[in-house]
């Protein structure tokens, strides 16, 4: 992926973004750009503040100090507009185990105020395309971890947002299913969906075009994969990311 040339469209704009706690300072002033189509590994041990700057990029935390714009919308003044024009999925929460395939799709396109028309059209073609036409009516709880991670991520890319956050998402999925998820998420950066991913896997840093790494609430290094091994000596990003996680003075 260090060979993929990035559109020089900015989709996220972060200048000095800040939160804090009472005493404690979750994020300090952290500051980045991300770009259309782009892969964008954002990676940090336990208590980096990787979860509550991802909570601010996506209107769901109001930052202390600091700007961010997103998908063209500030976080501060526009963040249920930004809610409705980015995609999201994550480890933990994605589906409903109760709902059906089908059910699970018409009800995030709902959501999302798409047309009936647009939530018919779509529901078919994201079940043709999975090949899932003999177990959409099964329900999501039914399904192996992959599977629920693949049409979890194409539910989020329902409404066609200009990025995707991803937390975490191959979390207990084996590493085949792993490889074909990124396999998707390849389509989509080339579509021009810019991908904005957390993932304890430092083998999936290497597929992203550049990696993030915070340490005790700020980013400590962001480059290509290529260039971070180079700056720092060594042969993997688990080599990184472990001489930059040995700095952290707190935990989760």
């Given at each position: ?121 779509k529901s078919e073609g994201l079940i043709t395309r999975l090949g899932l036409q003999k177990e959409a009516k099964k329900l ?99 080599e990184v990311f472990y001489q930059l996680a040995r700095r952290a003075k707190r935990s989760e």
């Open positions: 992926m260090d060979t993929r040339a990035l559109n020089n469209e900015k989709v996220i704009v972060v200048d000095k973004l800040t939160k804090r706690f009472g005493d404690f300072v979750a994020t300090d002033a952290i500051s980045f750009d991300v770009y259309k189509g782009e892969i964008f590994g954002f990676l940090g041990a336990n208590g980096a503040g990787k979860t509550t700057a991802m909570k601010m990029l996506c209107g769901l935390l109001t930052p202390s100090s600091g700007t961010a714009v997103v998908a063209g919308f500030d976080i501060h003044k526009q963040a249920q507009e930004l809610k409705w024009n980015i995609g999201y999925m994550g480890q933990k929460f994605s589906l409903y185990d109760d709902l059906t395939i089908i059910e699970n799709i018409r009800y995030y396109a709902g959501i999302y105020n798409l047309s009936n028309q647009q939530i018919s059209d999501v709880g039914q399904l192996p971890t992959g599977w629920k991670q693949k049409v979890a991520f194409s539910v989020a890319l329902l409404h066609e947002p200009r990025i995707v956050f991803l937390d975490e998402p191959t979390g207990g999925v084996d590493p085949i299913t792993r490889r074909q998820f990124w396999d998707m998420i390849y389509e989509s950066a080339e579509k021009g969906t810019t991908i904005f991913i957390t993932t304890h896997y430092m083998d999936e840093a290497e597929y992203c075009d550049r990696v993030s790494i915070m340490v005790d609430g700020k980013i400590e290094a962001l480059d290509k994969p290529a260039e971070l091994r180079r700056l720092y000596e060594a042969e993997s990003m688990d």
